[in-house]
């Protein structure tokens, strides 16, 4: 495939390269949220509350907290701790590992960590399944969660947790919830403000260099993050290239075409094909 050797060989030949990625690259990894993953780890909360994937049980009214974090406590233990290493993203390391590269994605799962990747070099715009914060939020501070995680998944009976694992704020008492930016209480931390510093220094000193922006499955949820940035980049660089990986949902802007590579097709199969 024409389009697969072009990729490989500016990959090869790129001297920096910013990857930008969203929910798209975890789901050809495997980490599908519906179909038989999601009926393997919820078919009870399927049955019992009719959703039919875990984003939609995310966002679900739940009556208590005690099944809030039932939910919760299982959704972040398949999705950020029960992970081996993958070979999709071991795969793009590899492709990566001795490039000047930076990592701006809009995933929550720490995939990028979990397999090799520079800690360093990552920017989780949109928070991270492993921390809690304070529902109110009474203070700019973040929780690792694993422990009270494991405890919470290994003790809750019939959708639902002990009372006495609900996960309290240290400072005000209130319910802990999630590190996600779901609402104007998210929590940017002093860890994603020094993400933020670096990925900003990275543009800073590279946008105007020899550049390659590979946008791995982002969708339309969120353009503004990465999409529209890259595009933008791009534009204002001539010596740089945007290259998109997306089954289904891969476009670009008339205006840079020439400067762009799109791939229509699964990301992991495009990646082992390298």
């Not at 929910?23 to 599908?32: D, K």
């Not at 799962?109 to 939020?137: A, E, I, M, V």
């Not at 999409?227 to 001539?238: A, C, I, V």
């Not at 990986?245 to 229509?264: C, P, Y």
Request: contains cysteine; charged residues 20%.
């Amino acid at each position: 495939m024409k389009q697969i050797s072009e990729l490989g060989k500016l990959l090869r030949d790129a001297r920096n390269i910013l990857i930008g990625a969203g929910a798209g690259l975890s789901t050809a990894a495997g980490y599908t949220c519906d179909g038989a993953r999601f009926q393997k780890y919820f078919a009870d909360f399927a049955a019992a509350y009719g959703f039919e994937d875990m984003y939609s049980g995310g966002f679900y009214p739940y009556a208590t907290p005690e099944e809030f974090w039932a939910f919760w406590s299982r959704n972040i233990f398949y999705n950020r701790y029960d992970l081996p290493p993958n070979p999709t993203y071991r795969k793009l390391l590899e492709l990566v590992r001795d490039k000047n590269y930076f990592v701006l994605t809009t995933n929550v799962d720490h995939l990028f960590q979990l397999n090799g990747f520079d800690k360093t070099r990552l920017f989780y715009t949109q928070g991270d399944y492993g921390l809690f914060q304070c529902s109110t939020p009474c203070h700019n501070k973040t929780y690792d969660n694993e422990a009270t995680v494991r405890k919470m998944v290994a003790a809750q009976k019939d959708m639902r947790v002990p009372t006495e694992l609900i996960p309290r704020c240290p400072r005000c008492g209130e319910v802990m919830t999630t590190n996600l930016r779901i609402d104007n209480k998210f929590v940017e931390d002093s860890g994603w403000h020094a993400a933020a510093y670096r990925y900003q220094k990275f543009l800073r000193t590279y946008a105007t260099d020899d550049i390659v922006y590979l946008e791995l499955g982002v969708g339309g949820n969120t353009p503004g993050i990465i999409k529209y940035p890259f595009w933008e980049l791009t534009s204002n660089n001539p010596r740089a290239r945007y290259i998109c990986v997306n089954k289904g949902q891969a476009f670009v802007l008339n205006e840079i075409a020439a400067q762009s590579l799109i791939i229509d097709a699964d990301i992991a199969e495009v990646l082992n094909s390298l």
